[in-house]
């Protein structure tokens, strides 16, 4: 059965700093990766995905990942925080081959520190 | 606009009442999926459908029915909620599963 993990709940970073959000996953194969961004009252929004390529992925707001293989992990990463980044943030799994179930971790609040 | 809409947003019922939460999606998405969201235990797949009459079980179907009679619909039904229902709902649609999904405004539910 594929899982993500999420081991922090709670990553408190000040502003300007960098920030990561962590996240490792277990798939049969080669995975797909995901980062959603969930702010307060809303519905999740799409960060950015690792499908194949090349490992460092580059998405909205300035965020980015890099995906490692031998450690299963897909590290949601800023260099520099803004308050307004302030949200959970979701990590997301799927297999490369097989069903299409679409597998979340537990979630990680970001708080940036002004 | 793009979009994905649910309906109720929120809704307090009975256990054993019979509930329909509709969703709806306006970008031709052949993928649409239920999620509920916990406090400690993040988004879980209910159910996703990868075309019209096709549909398959996530993580946690018990409990719930889903059916997809055309592209644009995904009603989630509760037969007869129970109280450990009580949850975020969130629809979800996009073109395929290795891409984005667009996520709807979510359906708060509070069964009693």
């Known amino acids: 059965a594929q899982s993500v993990a999420q081991p922090e709940d709670q990553v408190n970073v000040a502003e300007g700093n960098p920030l990561t959000v962590k996240c490792t996953y277990s798939v049969s194969g080669n995975p797909y990766l995901f980062w959603y961004v969930q702010y307060p009252n809303r519905g999740l929004q799409f960060l950015l995905k690792?499908?194949?390529?090349?490992?460092l992925v580059k998405g909205s707001y300035g965020f980015e990942a890099e995906f490692n293989k031998s450690q299963t992990s897909f590290h949601l990463k800023k260099p520099s925080a803004l308050v307004s980044d302030s949200a959970l943030y979701f990590c997301a799994v799927r297999a490369y081959f097989g069903n299409e179930k679409l597998t979340f971790g537990t979630g990680t609040r970001l708080t940036i520190i002004p | 606009e793009a979009q994905v809409t649910q309906n109720p947003r929120y809704l307090i019922t009975v256990t054993g009442k019979k509930l329909t939460v509709t969703c709806s999606q306006n970008?031709?998405?052949?993928?649409m999926s239920w999620y509920r969201q916990d406090p400690g235990l993040g988004l879980r797949q209910i159910y996703y459908?990868?075309?019209?009459?096709?549909?398959d079980k996530g993580d946690v179907p018990e409990g719930y029915k889903v059916s997809r009679k055309e592209k644009r619909n995904f009603p989630l039904i509760l037969e007869s909620p129970s109280p450990n229902q009580t949850s975020l709902y969130f629809c979800a649609s996009s073109l395929g599963t290795p891409v984005e999904q667009y996520f709807g405004p979510g359906t708060r539910l509070t069964v009693t």
């Open positions: 970008m031709n998405h052949e993928y």
């Open positions: 690792y499908i194949t390529g090349d490992n």
């Open positions: 459908s990868m075309n019209v009459e096709v549909t």
